[in-house]
């Protein structure tokens, strides 16, 4: 049966037949629309519905459950950097709601935030529940009506009455009417669904921000093993990042690994996770630079053994890998190596080969490349452009970022400007 509740422990009314503002979703977009929508204007009935019995489950999971609420970048035009999909048309949401404005949303209302060495932002409890008691107080106090284990069966136009909203049929309950409609679904297949039987094109929804299979014996028995900076690069994808790696047990992981994917997400998902990834340890010097080192360790150390001895700080263990993939015996001296030997070190340094050989399972942060194209949305108001009176926020849209604080970051900014705009509309 469909539950009704303010704060998920407060019983208001059953889900009304008709409302101005309908919010489907109880997400971080969801949320942030509805309470901007009905703060913004307090006459108008705002009901949010969720299908699960608890709202905003993953703002409870995020970051390790610190919640990484968004990210300390004030710049747009950098800001946007952040973000594979939707970089260019969150220019203008940006410049109206940035992460300034999100710190200063939670701030005015008690959240006490701090900002990471890397600028990812927290609150200062290392809590998300601080985030959820923010957002469902503030939900409560406006007036919204919170929906949960309400499923809708079907959006269609309401072709009663003036004709000009929605009718959604829910399990076990009324119909419910409503003027205008949010979709925040974030990557719920029927969110998508009903947009594309509204009339709105889905860029194909695939995964973002994993790690790589790789089965390497160079990384075998290294799992726990950093190396900070690395450069990777996609191979035949023209694609490359630098930053920190983590040697797992069943492969590459770590921010750089991450955003690789991020940004390769679509091709890798084309080739079906199956990919050449060349690895630069040694990213800040130039072939000749590390010819250079070679040469000194070879007159400096010239009676130690090579595999004992690493170059540009490289981990000992990853350095014997190395050194063996070049070809080069354990008990070999610096003074024994020879100018083949070196050329083939160098290049396992710097353009070491490792074949992918599937999508890892990465818990921390996951998020959906693909959605509602960005091009059939009013970016200023979150309203479609083919069907008048929806409107979209979070990830149900073809937008996501690289992990830090930029996903809930598009979420608030898209949930804030579709909420302002349904306060707005008639
Ligand atoms: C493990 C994990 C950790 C993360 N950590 C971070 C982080 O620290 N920082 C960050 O920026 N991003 C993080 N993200 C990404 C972030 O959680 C998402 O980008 C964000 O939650 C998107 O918000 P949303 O409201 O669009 O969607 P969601 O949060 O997914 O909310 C959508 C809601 O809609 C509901 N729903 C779906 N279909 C229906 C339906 N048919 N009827 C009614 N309700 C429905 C869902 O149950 C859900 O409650 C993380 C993601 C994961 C998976």
């Excluded at 999971?61 to 609420?69: D, K, L, Q, T, Y």
């Excluded at 400096?300 to 000992?316: C, F, Q």
């Excluded at 194209?373 to 970022?401: Q, W, Y």
Aim: proline share 5%.
């Amino acid at each position: 049966m469909p539950t009704t509740t303010t704060t998920g422990s407060l019983p208001v009314a059953s889900l009304p037949r008709e409302c101005d503002a309908a919010i489907i979703g109880g997400g971080a977009a969801g949320f942030f629309a509805a309470i901007t929508c009905a703060e913004s204007n307090p006459g108008l009935r705002v009901a949010l519905i969720e299908k699960s019995a608890q709202c905003l489950a993953k703002v409870r999971i995020s970051g390790g459950g610190r919640c990484n609420v968004t990210h300390a970048c004030f710049e747009p035009t950098e800001l946007v950097r952040h973000y594979p999909r939707g970089a260019k048309a969150l220019r203008g949401p940006y410049s109206r709601f940035q992460p300034r404005d999100t710190m200063a949303w939670f701030e005015s209302r008690g959240v006490a935030l701090k900002i990471e060495s890397d600028g990812r932002v927290f609150p200062v409890t290392d809590q998300s529940e601080t985030i959820i008691e923010c957002l469902t107080r503030a939900a409560q106090q406006a007036g919204v009506s919170v929906h949960t284990t309400t499923s809708i069966r079907d959006i269609r136009r309401d072709s009663s009455g003036s004709g000009s909203g929605f009718v959604a049929t829910v399990k076990d309950a009324e119909p419910l009417r409503c003027k205008r409609l949010l979709l925040a679904t974030g990557n719920g297949v029927y969110g998508w669904r009903w947009a594309q039987e509204l009339g709105h094109t889905i860029e194909e929804p695939v995964p973002s921000l994993f790690t790589f299979t790789i089965h390497d014996p160079r990384l075998r028995d290294l799992a726990g093993v950093v190396v900070d900076p690395v450069c990777l690069r996609l191979k035949d994808a023209n694609l490359e990042q630098p930053g920190p790696l983590l040697i797992t047990h069943w492969g590459l992981s770590g921010p750089v690994v991450l955003r690789l994917s991020a940004w390769g997400a679509r091709i890798l998902h084309e080739r079906g996770y199956l990919m050449e990834l060349e690895v630069d340890w040694a990213p800040k010097r130039t072939t000749e630079q590390l010819r250079d080192s070679i040469s000194k360790e070879k007159t400096a150390n010239a009676r130690r053994t090579i595999m004992s001895h690493p170059v540009e700080d490289l981990p000992k263990r990853l350095w014997a890998r190395l050194t063996h993939a070049a070809g080069i015996r354990e008990d070999e001296r610096w003074a024994d190596l020879s100018k083949s030997e070196t050329v083939r070190l160098v290049d396992e340094i710097h353009r070491g080969t490792f074949q992918i050989t599937s999508k890892g399972v990465f818990k921390e942060e996951f998020v959906t490349c693909g959605g509602v194209r960005l091009d059939e949305v009013n970016l200023k108001t979150m309203e479609s452009r083919v069907c008048p009176r929806l409107h979209f926020a979070g990830e149900i849209l073809d937008i996501d970022g690289v992990t830090g604080g930029f996903n809930f970051q598009s979420a608030w900014t898209t949930g804030y400007l579709a909420g302002l705009a349904m306060a707005a509309g008639e």
